[in-house]
């Protein structure tokens, strides 16, 4: 093709390409992918060249203004994959491509060299001088670790960002002769940021293992697309087995894409596939654009085997893709929050058939969506039900919390029997884990006298107090204000701080044990004091004896000493009002109870609530994953919810409520001209009806295969720009419904 003509896919929400000719001064310079500034009705704005072609059948075509970025990272299969999120996700093309491509960094001309800090003393010294600094001079020592952990450094930028400091530790480092900065040439950096090498030796799997790998080979072998769910239960060696399959990959002079969620992206999680595999490329959040696009071209080149990431490493631009690989396939943050609202599992599935490869999803606890399919076939069900080394699954005991005689009009946050549990491991020198997932102080203040309940200004949401810096805070929105003195509704004086957080318990649990070594992990100490890597270093060294927190500490901890986990509520997830609220509390539990009884001495895990006969905690407490789906996809199956049919939400929101209401109504009669009447649920408020100062609606179609959503998005568009004051966002398969 003469590529005289290009059509452009513009990052605005329009379902069509636009055709556009190309002036001599820009002749050859624009590829497949290629960002291109072009004139949009009477302004400019910035699309994606994907397509070329020799004519126009427009009298007047005009002109491309500018091309952005000259080496593009389209391939054919992404294009692909990008045109499959636009019909599914209901976005623009554009739109799904400034997912599938790194940003652009224009002008971006990478230096030669880069900063480097590397450590200018033995080990040893600094091991000393970090133990001396720990109290007095957190962030030197914070400093110090790190580069005890990376025998080539850090490049300074990251390392400065790593440790959330200002560059003055490193000035004193540098002239007590700890550290040293070179300037290293850019190609020598590594591909990941974490790059120490641990061997370890290579086990053999057992027979489950064994068997789970079989038909993943065979399907390597045999150059097929497939998708297989592997169901095993929290250390019953799953990774070993992605270590074998991507291994097989790898032999073939292929790649593998892991995808893990982003809080799991750890340096543990790095270095166990570093300990095995070469050549591997870590795509972190914290990456800059310029490092980012770095690394994507360095993938493209073929120069790593393996590409480890979060959501966003689905889109790798490997030159020959063999095997995709998604852990904690069940997790949320696999979907995107921003248009496009794509879930990195869907998008896995999608682009291992376009390139006809197999995918693994793994879980202790699918997805219900994921376990139905492999009930009816459509994926190839692999268990794993026993831990390694046959080591047990740790017992789960129930607590009823409502059976406990509260102290000062209110209930324990640890009752009787995990009071006694924890006091009697760490007189034996054993560790524990206090899980909950909610971080802050106290979760509501409320007024002594009448009764009310101190919100945020800007959402309908109760402000958490937040006893380290004594703020009160919203968890929606971030505002945040002086806890109040008197009740802003009746002037009375005694406001109570009621409802528990992390730091609540962390306060109780110093209270109940004087004397033992407590901390917290949770997203407010991780951005306080530096890294979780330390804190999880401390806890597994053993100077810490009781680890509080949230999800960071649900997710792929192993220390043998852990011999007591306790949930402090599972009641926190089991209320929310969304109808995965059992399946998101059965997946804590579980995955809260797998942290425990690897070692030889074996554990205890304890679920204090109030709803003790309920479903999802009865089977938590069994480790029964599929005795819990078998009670549940009924109840979803009478419904009509996932994973029978599939949601798509509207959600309008604005700043005058009248408005809001008006556009959701307008959505909605639109659309019972196409939905069949039970399908449309709403439109009604939000379960959380107003946020950030704005107003929320909402409204939720069933899909079936006679209604597919693709034929709604021109309706809910026509509708949405009727108010432009009204914000509405179409979320196909969301992951809440909040
Ligand atoms: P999962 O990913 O299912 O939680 P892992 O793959 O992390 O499980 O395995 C748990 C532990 O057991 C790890 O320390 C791993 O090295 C070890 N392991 C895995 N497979 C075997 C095996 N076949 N023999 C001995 N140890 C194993
Ligand atoms: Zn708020």
Known sequence: ???????????????????????????????????????????????????????????KVRDVLDVLDETPLLSDVLLGLARWMARRYLCSLGEALTAVLPPSVRGHRSSRTERWIEAASP???????????????????????????????????????????????????????????????????????????????????????????????????????????????TGSGKTEVYLRAIGEVVRRGRQAIVLVPEISLTPQTVARFQARLERIAVLHSHLTDAERLDQWRRIREGEADVVIGARSAVFAPTPDLGI???????????????????????????????????????????????????????????????????????????????????????????????????????????????????????????????????????????????RGRQRAVCHYCSFETEPPVRCPACEGPGIRYLGAGTEKIEEEVQRLFPGCAVARLDSDTARQRGSIESTMERFRSGEIQILVGTQMIAKGLDFPNVTVVGIVSADISLHLPDFRSAERTFQQVAQVAGRTGRGSKGGLVVVQTTQPDHPAIRHSSR??????????????????????????????????????????????????????????????????????????????????????????????????????????????DPVDTL
């Open 1 to 59: 093709v003469k590529e005289t003509f290009v059509d452009v896919a513009l990052k605005l929400p329009v379902d069509r390409e636009f055709r556009y000719r190309v002036p001599p001064e820009l002749a050859g310079r624009i590829a497949l992918g290629s960002r291109v500034r072009v004139p949009f009705r009477n302004r400019s704005t910035t699309g994606f060249c994907v397509g070329f072609a020799d004519r126009s059948d427009l009298p």
């Open 123 to 233: 080990p040893s010294r600094l091991e000393e001088a970090c133990d001396r600094l720990r109290s007095s001079r957190p962030a030197q020592a914070e400093i110090l670790r790190l580069l005890l952990d990376e025998p080539l450094g850090c490049e300074a930028t990251e390392l400065r960002r790593r440790v959330g400091c200002s560059p003055s530790p490193l000035r004193t480092l540098e002239s007590a002769g700890l550290v040293r900065t070179v300037e290293r040439p850019r190609s020598s950096r590594p591909l990941s940021g974490t790059a120490y090498r641990e061997e370890s030796p290579v086990p053999v799997l057992d027979r489950n293992q064994e068997a789970a790998l079989a038909p993943i080979v065979a399907t390597i072998r045999g150059g097929e697309s497939r998708v297989f769910l592997l169901h095993g239960v």
């Open 324 to 466: 995709l690989v998604l852990d904690e396939e069940h997790e949320t943050s696999f979907k995107q929050q921003s248009a496009p609202r794509y879930h990195a599992r869907d998008t896995a599935v999608a682009r291992a058939r376009l390139q006809g490869i197999p995918v693994i999803l793994g879980s202790a606890t699918p997805s219900l969506e994921s376990f139905r399919r492999a009930q009816d076939g459509e994926y190839t069900l692999l268990r794993l039900p026993n831990r390694v080394d046959g080591r047990p699954l740790p017992p789960v005991e129930i607590y009823d919390m409502t059976g406990e005689r509260w102290i000062g009009g209110k209930p324990p946050l640890l009752g009787r029997r995990l009071r006694h549990l924890v006091q009697a491991a760490i007189e034996r020198g054993e560790q524990v884990l206090l899980y909950l997932n909610r971080r802050g102080h106290s979760t509501y203040l409320t007024c002594h006298r009448c009764g009310h309940v101190v919100k945020c200004a800007r959402c309908d949401i109760t402000l958490t107090f937040h």
């Open 623 to 732: 480790h029964d994953f599929e005795g819990f789906a078998r009670h549940e996809l009924p109840f979803r199956e009478s419904l009509g919810y996932p994973p029978f049919r599939r949601l798509l939400r509207v959600l309008a929101s604005g700043r005058q409520e009248e408005r809001v209401r008006r556009i959701a109504g307008d959505v909605a009669a639109e659309l019972r001209g196409v939905v069949p009447p039970d399908r449309l649920l709403g439109p009604c408020p939000a379960p959380i009806p107003f946020v950030d100062r704005r107003y929320r609606y909402h409204l939720l179609v069933k899909g079936g295969d006679d209604a597919p959503f693709e034929r709604l998005q021109a309706t809910i568009r026509g509708v949405a720009e009727r108010l432009r004051d009204v914000s509405v966002v179409v979320d196909v």
